[in-house]
């Protein structure tokens, strides 16, 4: 008789390390959560140093969770801070690369000054972590990497104006796409997630002084409602896991049917 693992197995992460990148709060603190009750160590990163309140609670729960605090869009900073964690952890074998931000503004009066720090986050600073990431990854033959892309990378959105932020996140889904096939021979995969309009502490803000625009929002969205931070965290530990294992190059859009409606 053959003995097959049992199919939970597959989705569980014990022993594996994973760093979380933009993990003080909202989906990144989702999914750092989530990663953590699938068995997985994680180190939870974040330009703030009070990450590390995110990290210790995750801590007084049981989990094995620790904080590092660096900039992504600082390549030496970058560099150094994963190396620390391999030296630390003995690996990295999962990598969330979730640290970004939005600005607003017509296209047309967007200053030079946001477009070039929308891009230093979103686009440099993704890179520089898988880059540095990716090194130690190849070297040790395996791992799984998923980067947080966005709807407003594959469609307009409306009513809100935010050309540097959706250029940002159509580039990661297709970094994703090529280094998912340049790294395949390596056994390491890469995707992205893509979230719709998620209720995280910003969109709450936005939905109180703009009640107008989160119902345009909700009109727009098939199922009529918002994402739960956890459908996300949901998403990308599965792409982490090893159910997912012949997945590579993909973007998976968790946005209750916006992005095709």
Same mark, same amino acid.
């Not at 979730?98 to 967007?110: L, M, P, Q, V």
């Not at 098939?222 to 530990?237: F, H, K, Q, S, Y």
């Given at each position: @008789? /053959?003995? *097959?693992?049992?199919?939970?197995?597959?989705?569980?992460?014990?022993?594996?390390?994973?760093? +979380? *990148?933009?993990?003080?709060? #909202?989906?990144?603190?989702? /999914?750092?959560?989530?990663? $953590?009750?699938?068995?997985? %160590? +994680?180190?939870?990163?974040?330009? $703030?140093?009070?990450?590390?309140?995110?990290?210790?609670?995750?801590?007084?729960? !049981?989990?094995?969770?620790?904080?590092?605090?660096?900039?992504?869009?600082?390549?030496?900073?970058?560099?150094?801070?994963?190396?620390?964690?391999?030296?630390?952890?003995?690996?990295?074998?999962?990598? &969330?690369?979730?640290?970004?931000?939005?600005?607003?503004?017509?296209?047309? %009066?967007?200053?030079?000054?946001?477009?070039?720090? &929308?891009?230093?986050?979103?686009?440099?600073?993704?890179?520089? +972590?898988?880059?540095?990431?990716?090194?130690?990854?190849?070297?040790?033959?395996? !791992?799984? /990497? +998923?980067?947080?892309?966005? /709807?407003?990378?594959?469609?307009?959105?409306?009513?809100?104006?935010?050309? #540097?932020?959706?250029? %940002?996140?159509?580039?990661?889904?297709?970094?994703?796409?090529?280094?998912?096939?340049?790294?395949?021979?390596?056994?390491?995969?890469?995707?992205?997630? #893509?979230?719709?309009?998620?209720? *995280?502490? @910003?969109?709450?803000?936005?939905?109180?002084?703009?009640?107008? &625009?989160?119902?345009?929002?909700?009109?727009?969205?098939? @199922?009529?409602?918002?994402?739960?931070?956890?459908?996300?965290?949901?998403?990308?530990?599965?792409?982490?896991?090893?159910?997912?294992? #012949?997945?590579?190059?993909?973007?998976?859009?968790?946005?209750?049917?916006?992005?095709?409606?």
């Amino acid at each position: @008789m /053959i003995m *097959t693992p049992a199919i939970d197995s597959f989705f569980r992460l014990d022993g594996r390390v994973a760093l +979380v *990148t933009g993990a003080r709060r #909202g989906i990144g603190f989702a /999914i750092a959560t989530r990663l $953590a009750e699938m068995g997985a %160590t +994680v180190v939870l990163a974040d330009s $703030a140093v009070t990450v590390s309140d995110a990290a210790q609670t995750l801590a007084d729960q !049981g989990y094995a969770a620790s904080s590092i605090v660096f900039d992504v869009t600082d390549r030496k900073a970058v560099d150094a801070a994963i190396d620390d964690v391999v030296v630390i952890h003995g690996a990295i074998d999962i990598l &969330v690369a979730n640290a970004g931000i939005s600005y607003e503004a017509d296209s047309a %009066t967007h200053s030079d000054e946001d477009w070039r720090r &929308v891009m230093a986050i979103n686009l440099d600073g993704v890179f520089f +972590v898988i880059r540095h990431v990716g090194t130690h990854m190849i070297r040790q033959k395996r !791992g799984a /990497i +998923v980067a947080i892309s966005s /709807i407003a990378g594959v469609k307009y959105v409306q009513p809100e104006h935010h050309l #540097g932020y959706d250029v %940002t996140k159509a580039g990661v889904a297709h970094m994703c796409k090529v280094l998912g096939c340049e790294w395949a021979p390596h056994n390491v995969r890469v995707n992205a997630v #893509g979230p719709g309009y998620t209720d *995280t502490e @910003m969109l709450a803000d936005v939905g109180s002084a703009h009640p107008e &625009v989160l119902k345009r929002w909700l009109d727009d969205i098939p @199922m009529g409602r918002l994402m739960d931070r956890r459908e996300i965290a949901n998403a990308v530990t599965f792409l982490a896991s090893d159910a997912a294992s #012949g997945i590579t190059g993909h973007l998976l859009m968790v946005d209750g049917g916006y992005s095709v409606s």
